[in-house]
């Protein structure tokens, strides 16, 4: 080690030196316990100790370097709270703006706020998960949701596992284990996130019996491919994407009688799994769960953060000697959801059952008419009128659903579209995506959208808030 480099580390601060600073700032010291302040600090000092012994090996310490012991002193006092800040922080609150209700990237579904302090009141306290208040006695966790799922769909039995890539994979591995699922070719979909249909089933054990082509399938073709190895027959929705023209696919009904016929049960994995019907708010016709139930399929599953509005979940719901069966299968352990998923379940299929499905933030965004949202863009653009650095208009817009569900739907909406007077679009979403709370933009034809439908709460003032600093910044 040369001279220079002891010279250099003779400058750096004590531990309770800097701790002792940024104790006095009482903002810190409110937020942060000494304990964190001096593992902050260390861990600052121990970087920096490294990068003066190797400098070849550690990363760049970045800026303009600090000379005097004073200016170190301060640098490291600061690098100590970034080191905080960035802790408490990597997986944190996001504003959408997007239009996107269901953003995989952003957490699917939000919980409806009263469903959210149930959830909250049942983390911080104990509960009857698995105890049966009546008898004393060991009870199911999964018979807090099976009278709502009974009551709502109307099918006998239901479970509840991780996902529905989850479920999908321990039905094939219940029912057909080494043995046959009849799929028509037009259904071999890939849902975003690497889900593939024909890998799910590999993975489950269960080997495809593809029939039909990719846009025709008849009911003949399903008939003609069972045989002695034939364990189910699945219908997949389609979810992210519509074949226009020429196609034919067999309806739920008629899949049902040829099940029956042979004594084979018939899946349906519906994907989105609403349990309202979407043409009252505009949106094509799909199947409800409710609808699959009364096809008479045996199973019927879909994701619990799609547009049902709950928490990531796959729920099963059909048959109960089935669902009793998929309940014996040790992968229905190792699939298991916790206390929290079954709470928020709960909790938002408590608000279908009320007829309070508006308050569930999936259906409310849904809901919104475009008088609303125009209402919503035309007070964010007063409020940001008196900024110099932005022009700012009104457009006629689309929102999605995203999530894979109803992939054609266009739901008109009014966006706020803002255009940089100095600097460009590209710069403006970077430092909207860069603060305290990020706020995710779309950027179409050298603008920047902000599209109300997908707001919540004070949103809109963390927006304006953050754009004023960036004209301030222009100013
Ligand atoms: C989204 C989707 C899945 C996967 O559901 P996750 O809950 O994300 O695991 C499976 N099948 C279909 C048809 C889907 O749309």
Redesign the pocket.
């Known amino acids: 080690m040369g001279s220079g480099n002891k010279a250099k580390l003779r400058l750096l601060p004590a531990v309770h030196e800097v701790v002792a600073d940024l104790s006095l700032r009482e903002e810190i010291a409110a937020n942060y316990s000494p304990a964190a302040l001096t593992w902050a600090v260390r861990s600052v000092l121990q970087k920096t100790r490294q990068r003066i012994l190797c400098p070849e090996t550690s990363p760049e310490i970045g800026g303009s370097q600090p000379e005097t012991a004073e200016e170190i002193r301060v640098w490291v006092a600061g690098q100590a709270l970034q080191e905080l800040q960035s802790l408490s922080s990597s997986l944190k609150r996001v504003i959408n703006a997007t239009g996107v209700i269901l953003h995989?990237n952003c957490g699917?579904a939000l919980l409806a706020p009263e469903v959210a302090d149930y959830l909250a009141e049942q983390a911080k306290h104990y509960n009857n998960l698995e105890l049966d208040l009546e008898t004393g006695q060991r009870g199911s966790r999964y018979d807090h949701i099976q009278d709502l799922f009974r009551e709502l769909t109307g099918a006998e039995s239901s479970l509840v596992v991780?996902?529905?890539?989850?479920?999908?994979l321990l039905i094939m591995n219940t029912f057909a284990l080494q043995r046959e699922v009849i799929i028509s070719r037009g259904e071999l979909?890939e849902?975003?996130?690497s889900?593939r249909?024909p890998e799910?089933l590999a993975a489950g054990g269960a080997k495809l019996r593809e029939v039909g082509t990719t846009n025709k399938t008849w009911l003949q073709d399903y008939r003609e491919a069972v045989n002695e190895n034939t364990a189910l027959v699945l219908k997949?929705?389609?979810?992210?994407f519509r074949i226009e023209g020429f196609h034919h696919s067999v309806p739920t009904g008629e899949l049902v009688k040829l099940g029956e016929e042979f004594g084979i049960p018939v899946v349906e994995?519906?994907?989105?799994g609403s349990l309202l019907d979407g043409t009252k708010f505009g949106l094509p016709k799909e199947p409800t769960i409710q609808e699959a139930v009364q096809e008479g399929v045996s199973l019927v599953?879909?994701?619990?953060?799609?547009l049902l509005g709950g928490p990531?979940?796959?729920i099963i719901v059909g048959k109960r000697e089935l669902i009793e069966k998929l309940k014996t299968n040790q992968l229905t352990r190792a699939l298991r959801v916790d206390k929290l998923t079954l709470a928020a379940l709960a909790g938002t299929l408590r608000l279908y059952q009320r007829g309070e499905a508006w308050k569930i933030p999936v259906w409310g965004m849904l809901m919104k008419t475009k008088s609303k949202l125009r209402e919503e863009a035309s007070v964010l653009q007063n409020t940001l009128k008196d900024l110099k650095s932005l022009n700012i208009q009104l457009e006629d817009n689309y929102s999605q659903v995203g999530?894979?569900?109803f992939p054609t739907a266009k739901l008109p909406t009014v966006v706020c579209a803002l255009q940089p007077l100095n600097g460009s679009v590209t710069q403006l979403e970077d430092f909207l995506r860069k603060g305290e709370i990020p706020i995710l933009t779309r950027i179409s034809r050298d603008k920047i959208l902000f599209d109300p439908r997908t707001l919540v709460a004070d949103d809109f003032q963390i927006i304006v808030e953050r754009l004023k600093e960036w004209d301030k910044i222009q100013a």
């Open positions: 995989t699917r991780n996902n529905n890539a989850a479920a999908v979909v849902i975003g996130g889900f249909i799910v997949v929705h389609t979810s992210n994995d519906l994907g989105s599953c879909f994701s619990g953060d799609k990531q979940a796959g999530g894979g569900a």
